[in-house]
């Protein structure tokens, strides 16, 4: 008998339902720097879709904080990873889906490397596979400051209910 992918995937979720594990994911908007606030999931979902606009602030930009939270018995045990991210909206504080395919072609660029076949001008030596990385780090994440981060952390312990992010972790 050949078991679906499908089928696995289902069998993996409905194992890690019933011994209480898996992950979240928490979103935490920045409003402006400084300032953090818990961004739920559905508004996330709605501003990525297209549906709820967002101010961006004075760089044409939403920025948050993507944090992956590690469950056990559905509650929040540990940090997976924390990663700052920023989007550009239009003028209307729409997701900008042009800047989500320049992001998405800069990724490409970054794992890929250099186009194959792909010749430069004359006297021009190709190096943008090089840059690409620094490119991808402007284009989609924002570098918070260390009260920012401290501030984040109150906010996800606070969540948790107790501490999952102690202080002095990264």
């Not at 961004?39 to 501003?47: C, I, M, S, T």
């Not at 660029?109 to 190709?126: C, F, L, N, Q, Y």
Request: charged share 30%; net charge positive; aromatic share 8%.
């Amino acid at each position: 008998m050949h078991t679906k992918p499908r089928d696995v995937l289902a069998s993996l979720s409905e194992l890690m339902d019933a011994l209480g594990v898996g992950v979240t994911v928490w979103f935490f908007h920045r409003v402006r720097p400084g300032q953090l606030r818990p961004w739920p999931l559905r508004r996330f979902e709605a501003f990525s879709r297209g549906d709820q606009p967002m101010a961006p602030g004075p760089d044409g930009f939403v920025e948050y904080a993507q944090v992956v939270v590690e469950l056990e018995n559905r509650r929040a045990v540990d940090i997976g990873r924390v990663g700052f991210f920023k989007h550009r909206v239009t003028a209307e504080g729409k997701f900008d889906r042009d800047h989500l395919f320049d992001v998405m072609a800069t990724a490409t660029e970054v794992i890929s490397g250099p186009m194959i076949g792909v010749a430069a001008e004359p006297g021009i030596i190709e190096a943008g596979h090089r840059f690409a990385p620094r490119r991808l780090e402007n284009l989609s994440h924002w570098k918070p400051s260390d009260a920012e981060r401290r501030a984040l952390r109150e906010l996800v312990n606070a969540r948790a209910r107790r501490v999952i992010w102690p202080e002095g972790r990264r």
